[in-house]
């Protein structure tokens, strides 16, 4: 089946410097892949799409130079989010979905940023 | 854009009653409503969607449905298990694969015996 695994699944850094996480997927060519953000009390912010063959789309609120996004292959993706404070705190939750699943999103167990 | 509103926030139900779960979309253009079930510290699993080309799908005790013309869909979990307490969120997207889904605000599920 579709599995999607992410790197790390915790992690803690000091306000102003930066993370990155990596998400992997398993089992199928992940064509295009979501990143997202679920914020204490808040649903699933997505920051970004990557889709193979065209440029990364952000969304409003979100830029490749806080947040720059590396899709190489189709099994592989990498976020960074740079200078991070208190507000990047958050889930960050990779989702990845193949052409035969049309919109169907595999979601990653997410990373999960905490800042000092 | 895409605004996805979910209701309620919040639901408790008696183990072995129905939950239900409603949500509303803008975009006339969406055509795919997935619902995630979230438990704590988990990542979210896809348990149910449907198409626009349906109006109700059915699966292991779940049922979805969606009224276009209201722009407006739900899932109903019938005959609720302690295992059915969870976050669950509906969510809506346009095109294939991965425009992005656009997520509603999530309802906690607790089943109380």
């Known amino acids: 089946g579709a599995l999607v695994y992410q790197y790390p699944r915790r992690t803690i850094c000091k306000s102003g410097t930066s993370m990155r996480m990596e998400c992997q997927a398993v089992?199928?060519?992940?064509?295009?892949v979501a990143w997202y953000r679920q914020s204490p009390q808040k649903t699933f912010e997505l920051i970004a799409l990557?889709?193979?063959?065209?440029?990364?789309?952000?969304e409003q609120n979100f830029t490749q130079e806080k947040f720059p996004i590396s899709h190489p292959n189709l099994s592989f993706s990498s976020m960074t989010v740079l200078n991070a404070y208190l507000e990047d705190r958050g889930l960050y939750l990779c989702?990845?979905?193949?052409?035969?699943?049309?919109?169907?999103?595999?979601f990653g167990a997410g990373t999960r940023l905490s800042v000092l | 854009g895409e605004q996805v509103e979910q209701l309620p926030s919040i639901l408790r139900v008696q183990e072995g009653s129905s939950a239900s779960i409603n949500c509303t979309y803008e975009?006339?253009?969406?055509?795919?409503f997935p619902w995630y079930k979230q438990e704590p510290g988990e990542n979210p699993k896809l348990i149910i969607d449907i198409r626009s080309n349906m109006e109700r799908k059915q699966t292991q005790g779940l049922i979805v449905l969606l009224d276009k013309k209201a722009k407006r869909f739900s899932l109903h979990i019938t005959d609720t298990q302690p295992g059915d307490s969870a976050m669950y969120f509906c969510a809506a997207s346009e095109g294939n694969y991965a425009q992005g889904l656009t997520f509603g605000l999530g309802t906690r599920v607790s089943v109380f015996p």
């Open positions: 990557s889709t193979v063959n065209s440029a990364i789309k952000y």
């Open positions: 989702g990845a979905s193949h052409r035969g699943s049309q919109n169907t999103l595999y």
């Open positions: 089992g199928f060519q992940a064509t295009s």
């Open positions: 975009n006339s253009a969406s055509n795919y």
